[in-house]
């Protein structure tokens, strides 16, 4: 089911459930005119379950928005995927582009800068300048790459970036986007319903994240959904540098606000890198109780899923987005023309019911390779 197919259903649902809702409440006499009571709670618990039933099936193809290209990608070309090596789920990507150009024909790279603006504007430049058909790039907006953009324009090379919210300029150059803000925003919204839903609209949630613009727009999304929808739920935004992923300090830092607010009970990682170690750490320091959820699951979290340990992730898949980004890129070059994000991203709600078995990371659909190399003229 597509993502706008879902939000056309979660519409419809909710508005029976609030009427249900409102029916229950209305024949308690002892209901909370203050907006803090029962009704609230009847209410709020209407709209996640509303919300999530949509989501209680995993996908099981790609989103209709994803179309046949006009005609197989010629052989011959050349993608590189910009890895930031602060953050090891960027990686993936580029082993998946890897499996996707050998089957048309191409040749992939990948190039790792530290994570700092000055060194990924000096190796795309480098990059740039041996001119290849496409290249990748996650997480950084278009304002911290202006020069690099314009001279991809020049060379006649396709930036394709994700995780952006700004609309591609133009072909050659900056010409594709994908998991924009429409992406992001829903990925907020699936993760507040379910920490409504998961605390039964009483929770408090501590949020953490990078300082990255768009993680920002879910975790804003995320905010903005719980205030609408829960007057007795609480959430703090707390940042970690990119740095210290995988470090003491994120682990340090996130134990720290725990133990500053013990009625803290769910710790939203915007990425689940940075919970990288967590569940140890809270052994460490005598803490229960925590349920960790988030989005764009790596080894860990998924191994955690399986176990138990972790409450949910949205499964914005890190292997799914090194195809979404090699096909927004192949689009440009197929019709010549700028390729925004269509705001359908592949998405799917992960849990320790429905997580599937196995070792890997799981990704839905489970044949999204397959659905792509068809879509490319390439099965």
Same mark, same amino acid.
């Given at each position: 089911?597509?993502?706008?197919?879902?939000?056309?259903?979660?519409?419809?649902?909710?508005?029976?459930?609030?009427?249900?809702?409102?029916?229950?409440?209305?024949?308690?006499?002892?209901?909370?005119?203050?907006?803090?009571?029962?009704?609230?709670?009847?209410?709020?618990?209407?709209?996640?379950?509303?919300?999530?039933?949509?989501?209680?099936?995993?996908?099981?193809?790609?989103?209709?928005?994803?179309?046949?290209?006009?005609?197989?990608?010629?052989?011959?070309?050349?993608?590189?995927?910009?890895?930031?090596?602060?953050?090891?789920?960027?990686?993936?990507?580029?082993?998946?582009?890897?499996?996707?150009?050998?089957?048309?024909?191409?040749?992939?790279?990948?190039?790792?800068?530290?994570?700092?603006?000055?060194?990924?504007?000096?190796?795309?430049?480098? /990059? %740039? *300048?041996?001119?290849?058909?496409?290249? =990748?790039? +996650?997480?950084?907006? @278009?304002?911290?790459?202006?020069?690099? &953009?314009?001279?991809?324009?020049?060379?006649?090379?396709?930036?394709?970036?994700?995780?952006?919210?700004?609309?591609?300029?133009?072909?050659?150059?900056?010409?594709?986007?994908?998991?924009?803000?429409?992406?992001?925003?829903?990925?907020?919204?699936?993760?507040?319903?379910?920490?409504?839903?998961?605390?039964?609209?009483?929770?408090?949630?501590?949020?953490?994240?990078?300082?990255?613009?768009?993680?920002?727009?879910?975790?804003?999304?995320?905010?903005?959904?719980?205030?609408?929808?829960?007057?007795?739920?609480?959430?703090?935004?707390?940042?970690?540098?990119?740095?210290?992923?995988?470090?003491?300090?994120?682990?340090?830092?996130?134990?720290?606000?725990?133990?500053?607010?013990?009625?803290?009970?769910?710790?939203?990682? /915007? %990425? *689940?890198?940075?919970?990288?170690?967590? =569940?140890? +750490?809270?052994?460490? @320091?005598?803490?229960?109780?925590?349920? &960790?959820?988030?989005?764009?699951?790596?080894?860990?979290?998924?191994?955690?899923?399986?176990?138990?340990?972790?409450?949910?992730?949205?499964?914005?898949?890190?292997?799914?987005?090194?195809?979404?980004?090699?096909?927004?890129?192949?689009?440009?070059?197929?019709?010549?023309?700028?390729?925004?994000?269509?705001?359908?991203?592949?998405?799917?709600?992960?849990?320790?019911?429905?997580?599937?078995?196995?070792?890997?990371?799981?990704?839905?659909?489970?044949?999204?390779?397959?659905?792509?190399?068809?879509?490319?003229?390439?099965?």
């Amino acid at each position: 089911m597509s993502n706008k197919r879902r939000r056309a259903v979660y519409l419809i649902t909710v508005l029976a459930a609030a009427v249900v809702a409102g029916t229950a409440c209305s024949s308690n006499s002892d209901v909370d005119q203050s907006g803090s009571g029962d009704s609230d709670g009847a209410a709020c618990l209407a709209a996640a379950d509303a919300f999530l039933k949509p989501w209680n099936t995993l996908p099981s193809t790609l989103p209709s928005v994803y179309e046949p290209l006009s005609k197989k990608p010629a052989p011959g070309g050349t993608i590189v995927r910009m890895v930031n090596g602060t953050i090891p789920s960027d990686s993936i990507g580029a082993n998946e582009q890897v499996v996707a150009a050998k089957a048309i024909g191409w040749t992939a790279k990948r190039v790792t800068f530290d994570g700092t603006v000055e060194d990924l504007n000096s190796k795309l430049e480098q /990059t %740039i *300048a041996q001119k290849p058909r496409i290249i =990748t790039l +996650a997480g950084w907006p @278009a304002s911290s790459i202006q020069a690099p &953009i314009a001279d991809a324009r020049k060379a006649g090379v396709v930036l394709s970036l994700a995780n952006v919210s700004d609309t591609p300029t133009g072909m050659p150059g900056f010409a594709a986007a994908t998991q924009g803000r429409p992406t992001m925003k829903e990925v907020g919204e699936i993760n507040a319903y379910k920490f409504l839903q998961a605390s039964k609209c009483k929770g408090r949630a501590a949020i953490v994240n990078l300082p990255l613009p768009i993680l920002k727009i879910s975790t804003d999304a995320f905010q903005v959904t719980v205030k609408a929808n829960c007057a007795a739920c609480k959430v703090s935004y707390n940042e970690i540098q990119t740095k210290d992923i995988g470090t003491p300090a994120a682990t340090t830092a996130i134990v720290s606000k725990l133990q500053s607010d013990p009625a803290v009970k769910y710790v939203y990682s /915007t %990425i *689940a890198n940075i919970a990288t170690g967590l =569940t140890t +750490a809270l052994a460490q @320091a005598g803490i229960s109780g925590v349920q &960790i959820f988030g989005t764009t699951p790596d080894d860990n979290a998924i191994k955690a899923l399986r176990d138990g340990t972790n409450a949910w992730w949205v499964n914005q898949s890190s292997s799914m987005a090194g195809w979404t980004s090699f096909d927004a890129g192949l689009r440009a070059l197929d019709t010549g023309q700028a390729v925004p994000d269509s705001g359908d991203y592949p998405l799917g709600l992960l849990t320790p019911q429905n997580v599937p078995g196995g070792t890997g990371l799981p990704v839905e659909p489970a044949d999204f390779r397959d659905e792509f190399l068809k879509l490319w003229h390439a099965a």
